[in-house]
């Protein structure tokens, strides 16, 4: 079992910044990918951003050139720094972690950390 909790929400104005992060935990497993989606009320869950093997990353186009995911592999942690944000990045972030566990890959999700962004 692997426990995924975000951090770093909160309000800020249009064209600021905010830096989310995730940390992952729980006992005999390894990091495949994690990343980011984000949801608003009414809408599905959308894609941000996901880092995986050798770091690769993907982005949304919506948020691609403002924001960058980043991991650091020793604390199980995941980033994700954003900036110039706008009121349309107003959502619940949620972080997932891929996880390859004894018997295969499960993927654990967080509960969400709601950003604001006022214009």
């Known amino acids: 079992q692997v426990h995924v909790v975000e951090s770093g929400g909160g309000l800020v104005q249009a064209g600021g910044s905010l830096r989310l992060s995730c940390a992952a935990s729980g006992s005999r497993f390894s990091i495949v990918a994690m990343g980011w989606y984000r949801q608003v009320p009414g809408k599905e869950r959308e894609f941000v951003a996901s880092i995986g093997d050798s770091d690769s990353t993907r982005y949304a186009d919506s948020v691609r050139g403002r924001v960058t995911i980043s991991r650091d592999n020793a604390k199980n942690t995941l980033y994700l720094q954003m900036n110039s944000l706008k009121p349309e990045d107003t959502a619940v972030y949620y972080c997932?972690?891929?996880?390859?566990?004894?018997?295969?890959?499960?993927?654990?999700w967080g509960q969400g950390t709601q950003v604001t962004v006022s214009s």
């Open positions: 997932y972690c891929n996880a390859r566990e004894t018997y295969g890959v499960n993927s654990y």
